[in-house]
């Protein structure tokens, strides 16, 4: 069982370079568990979520973000949507480290009218 909180702080984490390095530190504290630890591990996931809802260059729900996401990024076919948002669900359950938002922006695939990008190299 991998928590849902968990993997989300672990994404956070890692998508961010100068916190990248934390991730060892936070899965030894987690395991040795000491009172220190547990403090440690508190105000951690206390100031990294206020940065979090206080970062707005994270916020992707936007019509921009989506259609970047959805033209751009999601996919190396552009007719292929791949993976179906139950099959990404299912995926995500394994992962140690996700946001968890592959099936949601996977449902917008059907009804976003995207672009074509610019294969320019």
Wanted: proline content about 6%; overall charge negative; hydrophobic content about 40%.
């Amino acid at each position: 069982y991998k928590p849902p909180f968990l993997k989300l702080i672990l994404f956070y984490l890692f998508t961010d370079t100068p916190t990248r390095v934390l991730i060892p530190a936070v899965f030894f504290r987690m395991k040795r568990c000491n009172e220190e630890d547990k403090a440690a591990l508190n105000n951690l996931f206390t100031n990294l979520v206020a940065w979090i809802q206080s970062d707005d260059s994270t916020n992707m729900t936007n019509a921009l973000g989506i259609n970047i996401v959805i033209s751009e990024l999601w996919n190396f076919d552009y007719n292929d949507p791949g993976a179906s948002p139950q099959e990404l669900f299912a995926l995500d359950d394994n992962y140690y480290i996700s946001a968890g938002v592959a099936y949601s922006e996977r449902t917008w695939w059907d009804v976003w009218n995207r672009y074509i990008p610019n294969n320019e190299t």
